[in-house]
């Protein structure tokens, strides 16, 4: 079968279904990256989630940075600033496409904190949204600490203000208020005194809503599994045809020592 394998059209076959089976391992082994990275991911936060909120202040001026504050519960008091407040475009919950309210708590320093206070059906006004308008002076929120949803230097600030983002991009929002902004933002979980209706505050992302990176994986080594057994088929097969019929040039012998009318004799 050695030289069988040696014809071009078989070299070239090969090449391709090495070339996509290692394809297909790579991407069912980034899946499995992907679950290692999911799995730490849920494990933090299950870890941080203390039922027992912190003053975020505390945790801001601490010396663990921006990695050892995410998904912790906190308190905040302060001041919502509307002037300021963005649209997270796009959002769903409960079945139904809106956006979310993002606006700066002001807190007792000065600073500021971007809080998520949840959902609002879509409507072509701008920021602040009339409808959706925080309680008007000093407010108590709770809520867990979420790191921006843009990494901190992956992107160019816009030029000027924006009112809407797709994604929660702190770097951007903190060129565009006259604070000092937080790292990170807060979802909020309740508020005293709270809103009138809207908007609706959103659930903490759940964990079974995340990819199936393990059925993809599987589906992707399996893949590469077909396409190297199923090339091994074929060549077996062709190899068969050629030697029942009898055909010196694709057997593995040497062609020179084909005994001449063997065929006819065998007949």
């Given at each position: 079968m050695g030289r069988f394998l040696l014809r071009p059209r078989w070299l070239a076959g090969l090449g391709l279904v090495l070339l996509v089976a290692v394809s297909f391992v790579r991407l069912g082994l980034w899946q499995l990256d992907r679950l290692r990275q999911r799995q730490a991911y849920e494990s933090l936060v299950a870890q941080r989630l203390d039922p027992t909120p912190s003053p975020v202040e505390e945790l801001l001026t601490s010396d663990g940075g921006e990695e050892a504050i995410r998904f912790r519960r906190v308190t905040a008091e302060g001041t919502f600033d509307t002037q300021h407040e963005v649209i997270l475009y796009g959002r769903t919950q409960d079945g139904r496409t809106g956006n979310h309210v993002l606006t700066p708590l002001v807190l007792d320093d000065g600073t500021a904190i971007a809080v998520d206070r949840g959902w609002v059906p879509f409507a072509d006004d701008a920021p602040p949204v009339v409808d959706a308008a925080p309680p008007a002076g000093r407010v108590h929120v709770t809520g867990v600490l979420f790191p921006s949803e843009v990494p901190l230097g992956d992107e160019a600030s816009p030029p000027s203000p924006v009112t809407t983002f797709a994604r929660v991009d702190l770097e951007a929002l903190s060129a565009q208020v006259p604070y000092a902004l937080?790292?990170?933002?807060?979802?909020?979980?309740?508020?005293?005194?709270?809103?009138?209706?809207?908007?609706?505050?959103?659930?903490?992302?759940?964990?079974?809503?995340?990819?199936?990176?393990?059925?993809?994986?599987?589906?992707?080594?399996?893949?590469?599994?077909?396409?190297?057994?199923?090339?091994?088929?074929?060549?077996?097969?062709?190899?068969?045809?050629?030697?029942?019929?009898?055909?010196?040039?694709?057997?593995?012998?040497?062609?020179?020592?084909?005994?001449?009318g063997r065929d006819r004799m065998r007949g």
């Open positions: 937080a790292p990170v933002y807060l979802l909020l979980g309740s508020q005293d005194p709270a809103s009138s209706g809207l908007p609706r505050i959103a659930p903490l992302p759940d964990p079974a809503d995340s990819p199936p990176h393990l059925s993809y994986a599987i589906q992707w080594l399996t893949f590469a599994t077909i396409a190297v057994v199923g090339f091994v088929v074929l060549v077996r097969r062709e190899y068969g045809r050629s030697t029942q019929v009898g055909d010196p040039t694709e057997a593995d012998g040497d062609p020179s020592t084909a005994v001449p």
